[in-house]
């Protein structure tokens, strides 16, 4: 398997102008998360996908960004005005677990879109 | 709020130490923890899975164990080798959620 594939892998753009992120999850894998990560704060859920369906999102910044899952092999995470504090690492990671709380789960990440907003 | 803290924040060795790198969490009640690694520029790495019902996992020269009395976790590396040089984050879950909470990782150089 090619693993969680991203793209684009980098992004710049000037603030205010809409960016669309990427995410194809592992084949069979009907989990799918949105992370961001920046120096001051780490590592962070935006949203959480369970078959297609967004079970929590609420790490989502606020209503400038947006998550989609047509299918269970493509996601996307939009932000639409983009700011400059929205420079970050943005990840995708993929996982097979019930939607019961507890469960086990192995968590297997994308590369990363860095987004640069000038 | 579960918070993690991993300590050192950063560590510098000389190839062939043994390490330990520390994990520990506000909210004790840890119910699931993986161990990540991160090289610069790209995406996380699992490296180890500790469930529920397990204390420690084992996999070549790595080792991760979970004290859930005291919500803390110790990554120990044996041997340590340049290859090794990365940033090792850890992440729990609390019983009752799916979420994980991540450390704040420990930046690990090796010497050669």
């Known amino acids: 398997d090619a693993g969680v594939i991203q793209s684009p892998r980098h992004e710049v753009t000037e603030m205010g102008q809409e960016v669309t992120l990427r995410c194809k999850p592992i084949s069979g894998h009907n989990s799918l998360f949105w992370y961001r990560q920046t120096m001051m704060r780490g590592l962070e859920l935006l949203i959480y996908?369970?078959?297609?369906?967004?079970?929590?999102d609420s790490g989502m910044p606020e209503d400038r960004f947006s998550a989609k899952m047509p299918n269970a092999s493509f996601s996307t995470l939009k932000i639409q005005p983009s700011e400059p504090r929205d420079s970050a690492v943005y990840f995708c990671?993929?996982?097979?677990?019930?939607?019961?709380?507890?469960?086990?789960?192995?968590?297997?990440f994308g590369p990363g879109t860095r987004l640069t907003v000038t | 709020k579960q918070e993690v803290t991993q300590i050192p924040a950063a560590l510098s060795v000389p190839e062939g130490e043994n390490l330990v790198l520390n994990c520990s969490f506000t909210?004790?009640?840890?119910?699931?923890l993986q161990w990540f690694r991160q090289d610069p520029g790209k995406g996380l790495t699992s490296l180890l899975l500790i469930q529920s019902s397990q204390r420690e996992q084992t996999s070549g020269r790595l080792n991760a164990s979970l004290d859930k009395s005291s919500g803390r976790s110790t990554l120990y590396i044996a041997a340590s080798q340049p290859g090794d040089s990365a940033t090792y984050l850890c992440a729990g879950t609390t019983s009752g959620t799916y979420k994980y909470i991540f450390g704040t990782g420990t930046r690990l150089k090796v010497l050669a």
């Open positions: 990671a993929s996982s097979y677990l019930s939607r019961f709380a507890g469960e086990a789960y192995e968590q297997y």
């Open positions: 996908f369970n078959n297609n369906v967004p079970i929590d």
């Open positions: 909210d004790s009640a840890i119910y699931n």
